[in-house]
């Protein structure tokens, strides 16, 4: 686990707290700030993976006496709950990695589930790597996601039990426990994972509520998305969605969003026909091979080098005798086996090399 060294601005003398004062002193505060010093409560159902499980209580609201700037107090305030939580904020926090690109993501189950943004994992039942706060890493596979909205699930497959945190339990928007101007910290692996580095901790606060987004002041870049916001007592409120390095383009989604959707997508279901994920076209994937029929299975007699099959390392002279374990004998069972496949679909190809047989796994191009 990461030490409390990391923490972007630590306060342990009166020269630290000036230094965030001075920080703080551009911000035009038109609502009343709040934290609390209270620790996270404990969530006394044993499954926190299901919403209706949740019993995380809301925090506290004490206020900074309606002051338009922290005082030292309440900075230290500030700074000692951060303290209380990040820890296990960061053990949960992890990278998601699909293909050459990468985002972030949070545990939120003691088996593995993740929530994230719905164009990291970019897909249904896609295969992924997660990648732990020590660097481990691990397999995964998307579940489903809500095109319209930036969210989504990733299952590990893996065997746990994985560190994990603790959600916002209300399920409606007017009843959610953090508030417009509250205190917000946000994590994620800002430009990829960097173990050396750790993930990137941002302290901020919430300036614009919308139905479907929270919108937060907290600096975040490109790596980050996927990754979680929480309240000051760790609890879980958001996932990084449109990020930049503008300010007002750091929206999250917020838990409700999850919540309405949660058992569709924890059935792998495709949500919506938004910009955030496109559905995959069945029939337009592209393996980038030409066969013939042979005794032993599908002669290669063609590969595009820029083709999924080309980068994967199949040459002309192998001999294809199965695809995801199933035997292909015929030309026609692997047209049908093709046409149930789209866009971004991982398939396993077993070879023949030199009638040495090897696996080759790749992920689809577009036709």
């Known amino acids: ?209 919308a139905d479907t987004t929270i919108q937060s002041d907290c600096t975040l870049i490109g790596g980050d998305s996927g990754g979680p916001l929480f309240d000051m007592n760790g609890v879980l409120v958001g996932i990084h969605s449109r990020v930049g390095a503008a300010t007002e383009m750091n929206m999250h989604v917020p838990m409700h969003v999850f919540y309405k959707y949660w058992d569709e997508m924890k059935k792998s279901e495709f949500i919506g026909e938004g910009p955030f994920a496109q559905k995959p076209v069945m029939g337009g994937a592209f393996i980038g091979i030409a066969v013939e029929k042979v005794e032993n299975g599908l002669k290669i007699t063609d590969v595009d080098e820029a083709s999924a099959a080309g980068e994967a390392g199949v040459e002309i002279g192998d001999i294809l005798t199965k695809v995801d374990g199933k035997a292909i004998t015929e030309k026609e069972e692997l047209i049908t086996l093709m046409k149930d496949k789209a866009d971004g679909d991982e398939i396993t190809l077993t070879i023949l090399k030199k009638q040495t047989e090897t696996e080759l796994k790749l992920s689809l191009g577009k036709r």
């Open 1 to 209: 686990m990461q030490n409390h060294s990391k923490i972007n601005m630590p306060l342990q003398s009166q020269q630290g707290v000036r230094t965030v004062l001075r920080l703080l002193t551009s911000i035009t505060c038109g609502v009343a700030l709040a934290c609390t010093a209270s620790a996270q409560q404990k969530v006394e159902n044993s499954d926190p993976a299901r919403p209706d499980s949740l019993k995380t209580a809301p925090p506290k609201r004490p206020y900074f006496n309606d002051k338009k700037v922290p005082e030292a107090k309440d900075l230290l305030a500030i700074q000692e709950l951060l303290q209380k939580s990040v820890v296990k904020a960061r053990a949960a926090t992890v990278g998601v990695k699909v293909g050459k690109s990468s985002g972030s993501g949070v545990i939120v189950s003691p088996d593995g589930l993740v929530l994230t943004a719905a164009h990291v994992s970019s897909g249904v039942g896609k295969e992924l790597t997660i990648i732990m706060e020590d660097g481990k890493k691990l397999k995964a596979r998307s579940l489903g996601l809500n095109s319209e909205n930036d969210a989504a699930m990733i299952q590990i497959l893996d065997e746990g039990p994985f560190p994990y945190v603790s959600i916002e339990q209300e399920k409606e928007r007017e009843n959610a426990s953090t508030k417009l101007g509250d205190w917000v910290f946000s994590l994620g692996h800002s430009g990829g994972f960097d173990k050396a580095r750790g993930s990137g901790l941002r302290l901020g606060r919430l300036v614009r509520i």
